[in-house]
């Protein structure tokens, strides 16, 4: 079945560090990609997306590139700030012709992020 | 502006007492879900709804219930056989396409109490 797993958090950084959250993802089918970001005591909010191979989803200075290759999603972003800290979940989105689940997400487990001043 | 409303946000139940969570959607989309989150943990899926009048169960139904008479409306009641109900819950929708992605409200913190 389809399964997402994220590195292990927490991550602490300090602001205008690098920010690398590691995802890789199992998958039947061609799968759309996703990042999550839930801030404390809330939902959760799309941040970014990719639908096929080699796309890059960006937005507020994350990225991630879809790796088929190496069936990696990564998010990344040059200089984090205070207000990047957060929870931020990997998923994918994945059927099979004619699947009962179609458009379910598989979300992985979530990486806690702590950015200090 | 279209959303995905969740109500209450702070909710307190004795134990024993049956309590529903609200979830109203006006995005006209088909698919709704119901995930259950606890302190650090990650998403677990409780029951979703595809279309009108059908819903299936997720990895952790019991002890909950849901209905689905309107497109717009997926209300979860936590039952009384639920025997850890205190916990975060949060509502998602979705157009049902690989491609979308979810929408999700702010989320219900229910205490049992």
């Known amino acids: 079945g389809n399964s997402v797993t994220q590195m292990e958090g927490p991550v602490t950084l300090s602001e205008e560090a690098f920010l690398t959250i590691n995802c890789t993802y199992t998958a039947t089918g061609y799968p759309s990609l996703f990042w999550y970001v839930q801030y404390p005591g809330e939902g959760l909010q799309l941040l970014l997306k990719a639908t096929k191979a080699d796309d890059k989803g960006s937005n507020k200075g994350f990225e991630a590139t879809y790796r088929k290759e190496t069936t990696s999603f990564h998010l990344e972003k040059g200089s984090v700030q205070v207000s990047d800290s957060a929870v931020y979940f990997c998923?994918?989105?994945?059927?099979?012709?004619?699947?009962?689940?179609?458009?379910?997400?598989?979300f992985g487990q979530g990486t806690i992020l702590t950015v200090h001043p | 502006d279209g959303g995905i409303t969740q109500s209450p946000k702070y909710l307190f139940r004795k134990e024993g007492q049956n309590v529903t969570l609200s979830c109203e959607q006006n995005l006209n989309h088909d698919a709704m879900y119901w995930y259950r989150q606890d302190p650090g943990q990650g998403l677990r899926l409780i029951y979703y709804s595809q279309i009108v009048n059908d819903f299936q169960k997720g990895d952790i139904a019991e002890g909950y219930s849901v209905s689905r008479e309107k497109k717009e409306s997926f209300p979860l009641t936590v039952t009384s056989a639920q025997k850890n109900p205190t916990a975060f819950y949060l509502c998602?929708?979705?157009?049902?396409?690989?491609?979308?992605?979810?929408?999700f409200g702010s989320g219900t913190r229910l205490t049992v109490v």
């Open positions: 998923a994918l989105s994945a059927t099979m012709g004619g699947g009962t689940s179609y458009g379910k997400l598989t």
């Open positions: 998602a929708s979705s157009m049902g396409r690989d491609n979308y992605g979810y929408t």
